[in-house]
């Protein structure tokens, strides 16, 4: 069974930074973060293949970075200058076998 676990979220004031990561239990190529904000749909944020390929949402290029430990399985998301609007659910996201998976999501609060 494959299964993601979110961690770092947390509350951080405006332009400070948070890490988040997701630990999936299984070796998972095609890994993306995303993102629901209060009353919004959701949003891709960023993604990154084994090899390193990564793949930036607009509203987050230069801020943002993926990366992954491909021997620990796990995705990373180092988010800088954060930003009110960053405010949301943060979920993983993983493609595996021609399946989605999802993490139960991580809560990032920005306050002004």
């Known amino acids: 069974q494959v299964q993601l676990v979110e961690s770092g979220g947390g509350l951080v004031q405006s332009g400070g930074s948070l890490r988040l990561s997701c630990a999936a239990s299984?070796?998972?190529?095609?890994m993306g973060w995303y993102r629901r904000a209060p009353g919004k749909e959701r949003e891709l944020v960023a993604t990154i293949r084994r090899g390193g390929t990564t793949t930036y949402a607009d509203f987050v290029k230069g801020r943002f970075t993926i990366s992954r430990d491909n021997a620990k399985n796990t995705v990373y998301l180092q988010m800088n200058s954060l930003k009110p609007e960053d405010t949301a659910v943060y979920y993983c996201n993983g493609l595996y076998f021609g399946h989605s998976y999802w993490g139960q999501g991580t809560q990032v609060t920005v306050s002004s």
């Open positions: 299984v070796n998972i190529d095609f």
